[in-house]
């Protein structure tokens, strides 16, 4: 390959260099080794190595942007905390590197090598896989964002993945794997041979959803076998019949199932639904409500266990994990509760328009009803078609606790009065706007053992009436849901 002037002169390459904290631009390295050099915090940019040996090197910290790596080896490599970006690799190998901690933001894998590879905990972002065939590898927890795969197997030890908006094309899949990966998609899955504990299957093109599910089922058999309750739970994230909020609760009531029967929950798995607890709850896949339920749940398990008599080796093992599960959950949903507006209003009657998609399986009113109990019943005025319009008559009060219990199953739907507020005089209104935080903060009240948060009243009816109706196990939330519930508007008021 000729050279740009713009490279600076080939310096001289041997082994057991050190390279550490070095700024690098503009250099051409070709046909040497630097086996066993560190590169410890050292920057490269705007460079090509080509047929490079970097054999048993030592790059922890290291940078790499805009660079070209063609026919080089990082055979044996300890790769630790590095990132790289726009970067291009072809005919890499990696055969047992060892590579951790890293990002990859903007690059391409073409042909590249990757038997042997021990890596994890790494980030790949935008980046594109030309023929990724690991054999004998270990490839665990990392995530994949925006990143596509061609010509890819996906078999054996690849463990606790997300993928987020990923393509996957003209690869294989080991469907055993579905249960340790998030963000598979069906169409993803079609775009590939699906084998099922080694064993390659067919399907027929228009036949592909019952195809799949009749996979879904051997998988879980399988893991039902072997006792991997957990990974039954995490299947069924990928069944987009299902709720993901009733399957995320269920997984933590699968938790509860391992360590009842003394089965070993390992760290990576309570460490990557820890991940999914948190993505998904911020993408908005899971309500806060679920974030709040499973924190119960879990504070149940750990004040269950840690009270028991008998001695049990899984929980004494997962008790420090299942701790940091439930702490971020915790804290989830106290930042949660900490958006919530939830103001004093001036009690009077009001007439509600609501619109929806469909009507709602359950009346908006038996639910204001069954969370307001010492006030007022509201009153269904009339309905219209066009959608499924209702006029609710009901006091001011039940404003807060509406906006609460969609908050609370993660549906925004600002409430809008058309109505003109009537100018008082200061003698007719003893009781101004504060200009301060309109937020009221009421006592603690207990949520779980040795837990407690700021919380409205509104914020427990609310909970007590979801959980009761059963409305965050629905897919479809009986109705409540951000694509159906439209417009709220205030219409009237006496």
């Known amino acids: 390959m000729n050279k740009p002037s713009k490279y600076n002169a080939e ?27 560190l590169f410890n915090g050292s920057i490269f940019e705007n460079c090509i190595f080509e047929n490079i040996a970097f054999n048993n090197a030592d790059l922890e910290g290291t940078r790499f942007s805009n660079c070209k790596f063609i026919e080089c080896s990082f055979q044996n490599a300890d790769i630790r905390s590095i990132w790289i970006a726009k970067s291009d690799f072809s005919f890499v190998t990696f055969e047992g590197a060892m590579l951790s901690d890293s990002a990859f933001v903007e690059c391409h894998f073409n042909s590249c090598g990757f038997d042997n590879l021990t890596q994890t905990k790494c980030s790949f972002d935008s980046c594109i896989f030309d023929s990724f065939q690991p054999q004998n590898s ?3 927890s990392s995530c994949y964002k925006n990143t596509s795969f061609n010509n890819a197997v996906f078999k054996n030890v690849f463990y606790y993945h997300r993928f987020e908006n990923c393509h996957i094309t003209n690869s294989t899949f080991e469907a055993y794997l579905l249960g340790f990966v998030y963000g598979i998609s069906l169409e993803d899955l079609e775009n590939c041979r699906i084998t099922v504990m080694g064993e390659t299957e067919y399907y027929i093109s228009d036949c592909f959803s019952e195809f799949i599910q009749a996979v879904f089922s051997r998988i879980e058999q399988v893991y039902n076998d072997r006792k991997l309750f957990l990974n039954i739970g995490i299947l069924e994230l990928g069944d987009n019949t299902k709720s993901k909020d009733e399957v995320m609760l269920k ?21 990557f639904f820890g991940s999914l607890v948190t993505y998904m709850y911020e993408v908005k896949e899971i309500a806060p409500i679920t974030i709040f339920l499973m924190e119960r749940k879990l504070s149940q398990i750990i004040e269950e266990s840690s009270c028991t008599a008998i001695s049990n080796t899984a929980w004494e093992k997962a008790k420090s994990d299942l701790n940091t599960l439930r702490n971020a959950a915790y804290f989830l949903f106290l930042e949660f509760t900490r958006t919530l507006d939830i103001r004093n209003i001036e009690e009077e009657s009001i007439t509600l328009q609501i619109t929806y998609e469909e009507q709602p ?13 010492n006030y007022k019943k509201p009153i269904q005025i009339k309905t219209e078609k066009g959608s499924f319009i209702e006029y609710i008559e009901a006091m001011s009060a039940s404003l807060p606790y509406i906006d609460v219990f969609l908050a609370l199953i993660g549906v925004i739907v600002p409430i809008v009065s058309e109505v003109r507020a009537t100018k008082r005089s200061k003698k007719e209104d003893p009781h101004p706007p504060s200009t301060e935080s309109t937020n009221v903060i009421i006592p603690a009240i207990y949520l779980s053992p040795g837990i407690t948060v700021n919380a409205q009243s509104e914020v427990v009816s609310a909970v007590k009436v979801i959980v009761e109706y059963n409305i965050v196990i629905d897919k479809r939330k009986k109705g409540y849901n951000q694509s159906n519930v439209k417009r709220i508007k205030v219409i009237s008021k006496s």
């Open 11 to 37: 310096r001289n390459l041997m082994v057991h260099s050190n390279f550490s904290f070095d700024y690098i631009s503009w250099e051409h390295w070709s046909s040497a080794t630097v086996a066993n050099s």
């Open 138 to 140: 270990s490839i665990t």
């Open 251 to 271: 997984c933590i009531e699968l938790m509860h199932l391992l360590l009842k029967k003394n089965l070993m929950l390992k760290n990576e798995e309570i460490s």
């Open 361 to 373: 399986e359950i009346p908006l009113v038996e639910i204001l009803s069954a969370m307001m109990p």
